[in-house]
């Protein structure tokens, strides 16, 4: 499935989800299918917000050197 959905892309899908979830849109038929879509968006959202944060970090800590004079 696709990862190269975007992080607003998928936490939109993953809202309208919720959202069909609490208003009791989904049928019972329905209901799995949407959950393990929601579980796949649910991750493909964990993964990025945890490449950011590592991505910052990295910037962060260059700043830092850079400040300090270190080579990385």
């Known amino acids: 499935m696709s990862n190269q959905l975007s ?3 998928a936490f939109e899908e993953l809202k309208t989800i919720v959202e069909e979830i609490e208003d009791g849109e989904i ?9 393990k879509r929601a579980a796949l968006l649910i991750k493909i959202c964990k993964s990025k ?9 990295k910037i962060l800590e260059d700043l830092d050197r850079e400040g300090t004079g270190e080579e990385s």
């Not at 049928?27 to 959950?35: M, P, Q």
């Not at 945890?50 to 991505?55: L, Y």
Request: glycine share 0%.
């Open 7 to 9: 992080y607003t892309a």
């Open 27 to 35: 049928t019972v038929d329905d209901l799995s299918d949407k959950v």
């Open 49 to 57: 917000l945890t490449e950011t944060e590592a991505d910052v970090n």
